[in-house]
């Protein structure tokens, strides 16, 4: 999707599109299937903007998410990551050496006998799969 695309959406909501913004939203963009934690997001942004705090990026960061345009993923006891939300229902394999994560483009959920689970509505669920991915193992 184009920035215009999430910028329209903010302003619809009455939140102000500062340069900041635009350039988190530039860094998520810039890349398809970019999993980034604030400090990397702050680090890509801070050659632009040199004076933009990592704190700054964590509020953006939290109201982008709170907007539903970022969501934040939580890869066990790693730092949370944030991704583009493109609605796409999707669950990830993440490395345990180096970190990286891949998008999976099934859901596990779908393999499951869910008449076994009895007497629970599910509203939302997430899963992660963990191990070595093949640039560590070489």
């Not at 009895?118 to 093949?134: D, L, P, V, W, Y």
Request: charged fraction near 25%; proline fraction near 3%; include cysteine.
């Amino acid at each position: 999707m184009p920035i215009n695309y999430f910028i329209e959406q903010l302003q619809a909501k009455g939140i102000k599109i500062t340069p900041q913004r635009q350039e988190i939203l530039h860094v998520f963009l810039s890349e398809e299937n970019l999993h980034l934690s604030a400090e990397e997001v702050h680090s890509r942004i801070t050659a632009k903007y040199p004076s933009m705090s990592l704190d700054t990026v964590y509020r953006n960061l939290a109201m982008l998410q709170e907007q539903g345009i970022l969501t934040e993923l939580n890869f066990g006891e790693r730092k949370s990551l944030f991704e583009i939300n493109n609605s796409e229902h999707h669950h990830h394999l993440v490395c345990t050496k180096c970190g990286g994560s891949q998008e999976i483009d099934f859901c596990p959920l779908d393999f499951m006998d869910r008449k076994k689970i009895i007497n629970f509505k599910i509203e939302k669920h997430s899963f992660e799969i963990f191990g070595i991915c093949a640039n560590c193992m070489e």
